[in-house]
C-alpha cells in the first residue's frame, strides 16, 4: 500500500548532473526517514545518502561535497542532486522510506521504489 517512484536517471559523461526524483505515497502521523541506495553490475548495494525528520544529512565519503539529498515542505518528495558525477556512479538508484522511530532500532528500511538507472561515462 505504500508506494515510491524513483525518476530522473539517465546518461550523462563525467562531470555532468543529474536530479533523482522519488514521490512517496506514505502519509502518517510519524516522521518519516529516507535514504537513497545504489548497486552497480557485481556489487553489493550500499547506501549512498540519508535524511532525517528534522532535516539533518548523512552521505558517504566518496560522494560528499558532490551528492545533495533534500525533500520538499510536505515531505512526500525526496531528491538526490547529483553533480561533478564520475564513472564509479554508474549503478541503479533506489529510494527507501521507513518510520524514523523503527529505522533508530531496526536500521532496515521497509519500503523501496523500483529503480532508476544512472549511467556515467568518461
Known amino acids: 500500500q505504500v508506494q515510491l517512484v524513483e525518476s530522473g536517471g539517465g546518461s550523462v559523461q563525467a562531470g555532468g548532473s543529474l536530479r533523482l526524483s522519488c514521490a512517496a505515497s506514505?502519509?502518517?502521523?510519524?516522521?518519516?526517514?529516507m535514504g537513497w541506495f545504489r548497486q552497480a553490475p557485481g556489487k553489493e548495494r550500499e547506501g549512498v545518502a540519508a535524511?532525517?525528520?528534522?532535516?539533518?544529512?548523512t552521505y558517504i565519503d566518496s560522494v560528499k561535497g558532490r551528492f545533495t539529498i533534500s525533500q520538499d515542505n510536505a515531505k512526500t518528495t525526496f531528491y538526490l542532486q547529483m553533480n561533478g558525477l564520475k564513472p564509479e556512479d554508474t549503478a541503479m538508484y533506489h529510494c527507501?522510506?521507513?518510520?524514523?522511530?523503527?529505522?533508530?532500532?531496526?536500521?532496515?528500511?521497509?519500503?523501496w521504489g523500483q529503480g532508476t538507472q544512472v549511467t556515467v561515462s568518461s
Open positions: 527507501a522510506a521507513d518510520f524514523c522511530w523503527r529505522l533508530a532500532i531496526r536500521h532496515d528500511y521497509r519500503y
Open positions: 506514505l502519509y502518517t502521523y510519524s516522521p518519516i526517514c
Open positions: 535524511i532525517e525528520a528534522d532535516g539533518r544529512t
